[in-house]
């Protein structure tokens, strides 16, 4: 079973006070870079696969989606999504995505934000994904870079001329990483970025779109915290399709 560390209350309280929490999609500064790809939602059925709060759930009813489904194994970020929300077309869900299960060809799109770095059976969640998909339907994600993942601690290091660098420690090696975010022992998995490329394609999906996100001169200026993730990728963003028949 996927750690559940968003139900610990540590981890819960500090995620609450991050600006995606606070300010939703638009408090993530990877959001306009991923609107920007996500296909025409007027109609359409949607999953959203570690929904947290609900707020991508939410817009893709804005958007004019037909229904969303959300799923999360936290029952305190569920309980925050459903606390949000007053839509009969959002349905809220708590589930394993280790064992997930959906119907076959039910979704135009799936959607996950900052989710899949916590999957062991990575595989078999994509094979769940591509069946559930209608033909042309979208995958659109994102996680955490292997260049984040990797350390095997997560720190900023400083070099003689004073600049810093981001220690890549084991990147070959892929499985467990434990880190201290928020609460201590965060397990997440690291695998390489062609690792989940190769997953999406062994599983029949064409791969449209892949983004190793950094921060523009302009969000920087906007939010100067942001000026250390243009040194190296925290999350890459990935749109992948199932095919046509």
Known sequence: MTQNIYDDPAFFAGYAQLSRSVEGLDGAPEWETIRAI????????????GCGYGWFCRYAREQGAASVLGFDVSHKMLDKARAMTQDDAIRYQQ??????????????????????????????LF???????????????????????????QAWQV?????????????????????????E????????????????????????????????????ARNPALDEEKERPMIFIMAAQKPRA
């Open 38 to 49: 996500l296909p025409d939602l007027k109609g359409k059925q949607v999953v959203d696969l």
């Open 95 to 124: 589930q394993d995505l280790e064992t997930l299960q959906l119907p076959a060809q039910a979704y135009h799109l799936a959607y996950s934000s900052l989710t899949l770095h916590y999957i062991v059976g990575l595989e078999r």
């Open 185 to 220: 022992g965060v397990i997440k998995q690291h695998r390489m970025l062609g690792t989940y490329l190769n997953l999406l394609v062994r599983q029949g999906f064409s791969i449209r779109y892949l983004n190793e996100w950094g921060p523009s001169a302009q969000q920087i």
């Open 159 to 183: 070099t003689a001329d004073g600049q810093k660098s981001w220690p890549v420690n084991g990147y070959q090696r892929e499985g467990e990483r434990v880190s201290n975010w928020l609460a």
């Open 127 to 153: 094979a769940t994904i591509y069946d559930a998909l209608i033909p042309g339907g979208h995958f659109i994600f994102t996680a955490e870079h292997p260049i984040y993942t990797a350390p095997a601690v």
